[in-house]
């Protein structure tokens, strides 16, 4: 059964989401994260996808007080990310209630941070983030395309200790034209162990029907949900057996 994870964007504290990591194109959903979080954990749902893009701009933790909120007013398992660079912004990240964190630039830029991470905290709290445009990684809040191969990069990590992976393609994100089932279906061929988390282009049930059918193990969902493109008690087939 797929792992339902709906994400939080923060920016200046709000809940937004952007346009293929866009931040002039973005849309603020709502002033109190909480309210939204709370909105999810009380329609069953034990996942939560909290990112940080004032972080992710800022290369620091910004919104960690956004964070504990959420960690103290509900129980919902949150992975946090965005601008994690430092071993402090990690310490900040679990001490303000994290499950787990989310590293995709420094896994590019400082890969000896990274695998130090792994190393110290194991695969289960630490996530690959791994943002993909034509295949090619993307860092920096998605501001830069490297010229990184997407599944060399995952590979190399995973014999690092990395299980879990968030691959979001760009070109997908926020456009709520349906998600990259082609792309993700060729990963989980290529490595079947890993545990891999679609996200973006989602923008119906049918899509998360799709996903589920590839035997995806996990997706991400945001802009569907907030523009009513997705009703959370349309969720219950997944959340129910999560």
């Not at 792994?118 to 295949?135: P, Y």
């Not at 997908?172 to 973006?200: F, R």
Request: glycine share 10%; hydrophobic share 45%; charged share 25%.
């Amino acid at each position: 059964m797929i792992e339902i994870i709906p994400a939080i964007d923060l920016i200046d504290g709000k809940c937004v989401r952007l346009s293929q990591g866009d931040y002039a194109q973005k849309t603020v959903y709502n002033e109190n994260p909480l309210e939204v979080a709370k909105m999810f954990a009380d329609a069953g749902i034990r996942r939560l996808h909290l990112v940080d893009l004032d972080g992710a701009k800022a290369h620091q933790i910004v919104n960690h007080k956004v964070l504990e909120r959420i960690t103290t007013g509900t129980d919902l398992v949150v992975d946090f990310g965005g601008g994690l660079k430092s071993d402090d912004d990690l310490r900040i990240a679990f001490e303000c209630g994290a499950s787990m964190v989310t590293g995709g630039s420094i896994a590019v830029k400082n890969p000896e941070v990274f695998m130090s991470w792994i190393s110290k905290f194991g695969g289960d709290k630490i996530i690959l983030g791994a943002d993909v445009k034509n295949e090619k990684i993307a860092v920096g809040g998605w501001l830069e395309t490297t010229e990184l191969d997407l599944m060399p990069f995952i590979v190399n990590y995973m014999a690092q200790g990395i299980n879990k992976v968030i691959c979001t393609d760009i070109s997908k994100d926020g456009m709520l034209q349906g998600p990259a089932i082609e792309l993700y279906k060729k990963m989980i061929t290529e490595k079947p162990e890993m545990y891999l988390i679609a996200s973006g282009g989602v923008s119906s049930i049918r899509d998360i029907e799709l996903l589920h059918e590839s035997a995806i193990p996990a997706v991400i969902t945001g802009k569907a949900i907030y523009e009513g493109k997705i009703k959370l008690q349309e969720l219950t087939q997944f959340i129910i057996r999560n």
